[in-house]
């Protein structure tokens, strides 16, 4: 077992067969496919990170759900507003995704474009497959405790909704501002707000950064589906961020708007799939409608690609969650996209380890590994809650070639 163990942690794809190599561009092609629709129609939008799904419309149609839009006269157009942008969305990321594929293919060597394409698809893989997992623990879990396997599956969702609930009541709405069309942007602006710190804080917290954080940024080529998601374990966010999103909306208006939100961040899923396209990066940025409506929408295409840039001193850069990147701007971490696609990946682009699991859970056993070597009290605790330049004495990186 232990052996097993070690090939698994150590192996790395250096070749494929062409037989292979077909087998594997069928894959791509089903993936990107599915993934939109199943990711857009059957999992979510977000509000915060609260979710609406084909059952949520369907009670929404009947006039059962507790989650009314801000503005009555939108509940008769919101099912068909929210399925169009749906379908605009899946349409729009499939045709990326799909050219994204075949145009690196050209644009790389054969072995660059293989070894790290197959790389970073078999690790989104592993993550999806690993959030999955510990999801289905959870509903085991529940279901020990008394709850059914459903609850189990969507505790973070209920616990959500019961949050927004609980808000809706007993939180005033201290700004009350009355006119709809002055509160929705106000509130989309509000809302981003703790979008844009968790992101800094995920840079500049050492435990936030190894554990979530870091895989997302190894890729120095990237593709949709070739790059670990951006937070590792984020449904562990979800609680937290819908707890500020939904406060934040009802203070500012006589009620959440998550209705209105829900629209608003699915338009904007539609170019999100530009963010992790590198062969798109001139395209993006020469566009005028998808430059525009990228920086209308605050942490899309060129905007966040240059978040991924190598380049010394751009470590945390925009951050964004925000219209016209108006949180960075105001804090400082406000970076204009170059004209050209910058180095991508870590900090001066040091040589990774190219395994699946090691981008993905070495900074995890950086911790572990450093919290049992080093002894001092102190020590620890900065290991978990020090700054993400914080290097203890004893110290070993498990991500890069060599160890």
């Keep these: 077992m232990n052996n097993l163990l070690s090939k698994l942690w150590n192996f790395q794809l ?6 292979r190599t077909w087998f594997l561009t069928a894959l791509i092609i089903t993936v990107a496919i599915g ?13 915060g990170n609260m979710h609406f799904s084909i059952p949520d419309l369907i009670s929404f149609r009947k006039g059962i759900t507790t989650l009314p839009p801000g503005n009555p006269t939108l509940a008769p157009y919101f099912t068909q507003l929210w399925l169009s942008l749906a379908l605009l969305c899946v349409i729009i990321r499939f045709s990326v995704i799909t050219a994204s594929y075949f145009q690196s293919k050209k644009a790389l060597s054969e072995n660059t474009f293989k070894h790290y394409f197959y790389t970073y698809f078999l690790s989104f893989i592993i993550a999806t ?30 616990a959500a909704l019961n949050i927004y609930q609980f808000i809706d009541t007993r939180i005033p709405s201290l700004f009350n501002i009355r006119n709809y069309w002055l509160a929705l942007p106000l509130t989309i602006l509000l809302t981003a707000l703790p979008g844009w710190f968790t992101h800094w804080l995920c840079h500049k917290s050492r435990f936030c950064w190894y554990v979530f954080h870091r895989p997302h940024h190894t890729p120095q080529f990237l593709h949709p589906l ?66 525009n409506l990228c920086r209308l929408f ?6 966040h690609l240059m978040h991924h840039s190598a380049k010394a001193g751009d470590e945390v850069i925009n951050l964004g969650a925000g219209t016209l990147q108006l949180w960075d701007r105001l804090f400082g971490t406000y970076r204009k996209p ?6 991508l990946g870590l900090t001066k682009q040091p040589a990774i380890n190219m395994n ?20 001092n009290p102190y020590s620890r605790f900065l290991i978990l809650f020090g700054s993400v330049n914080y290097k203890p004495e004893h110290s070993r990186e498990f991500l890069m070639e060599g160890y």
Aim: glycine fraction near 4%.
């Design 226 to 291: 070739a790059s670990p998601p951006a937070f590792v374990f984020d449904f562990v966010l979800l609680i937290p961020q819908t707890i500020v999103a939904a406060a934040i909306s009802k203070i500012v208006y006589t009620q959440p708007l998550l209705m209105e939100m829900s629209l608003w961040f699915l338009a904007g899923y539609c170019l999100e799939i530009f963010n992790h396209s590198a062969i798109h990066y001139s395209f993006a940025y020469r566009n005028f409608l998808v430059r």
């Design 356 to 375: 699946p699991l090691r981008i993905l859970f070495s900074g995890i056993a950086q911790i572990v590994w450093e919290l049992k070597m080093n002894k």
């Design 35 to 47: 993934y939109p629709v199943f990711e857009v129609l059957f999992m979510n939008t977000h509000f």
């Design 338 to 343: 170059y004209p050209q696609l910058p180095p």
């Design 298 to 303: 605050g942490d899309t295409g060129v905007y």
């Design 129 to 158: 497959a690993t959030g999955l997992l510990l999801l289905a623990v959870l509903a085991a879990v529940s279901s020990l405790a008394g709850f059914s396997i459903a609850d189990g599956k969507i505790f973070f969702e209920l």
């Design 14 to 19: 250096r070749e494929f067969k062409p037989s």
